[in-house]
């Protein structure tokens, strides 16, 4: 059950995506949460152990949360918003643009990735 200024953030992520900040998602993940890298599979994006670990934990903390596919996208902030959605034939930021096109059913991880913070 998540604290609640954990709840708040989430509940702030919702209402004001436009606000969301990449490095703001992090700190609060890397708050509440202990990580491990994880290798996991996104769409055709295959992300080995400790590679994307910034997306391997917004991902990982959205699927923890049942968040949906929009405001798990909104969760990369900046990157999503600027590189991506104004940039759509872009190469970068792949896991976004595989996350995109695949939402969850692309998504599986091979282990647990974050674990709640005592």
């Known amino acids: ?25 992090i700190n ?10 994880t290798q996991f599979q996104n769409g055709a994006q295959l992300n080995q152990e400790d590679q994307n670990n910034g997306s391997c934990k917004i991902f990982f903390f959205a699927q923890l949360h049942e968040l949906n596919e929009q405001t798990t996208l909104n969760l990369f902030g900046e990157y999503y918003r600027t590189d991506v959605l104004q940039n759509p034939e872009g190469e970068d930021h792949q896991n976004i643009r595989q996350f995109i ?14 674990t709640p913070k005592a």
């Open 28 to 37: 609060t993940i890397e708050t509440h949460y202990q990580f491990t890298p």
């Open 101 to 114: 096109q695949n939402g969850w059913g692309g998504i599986s991880f091979a282990a647990t990735a974050l």
């Open 1 to 25: 059950m998540p604290t609640e200024q954990l709840a708040e953030k989430i509940a702030q992520y919702k209402q004001t995506p436009e606000k969301t900040v990449f490095s703001d998602v």
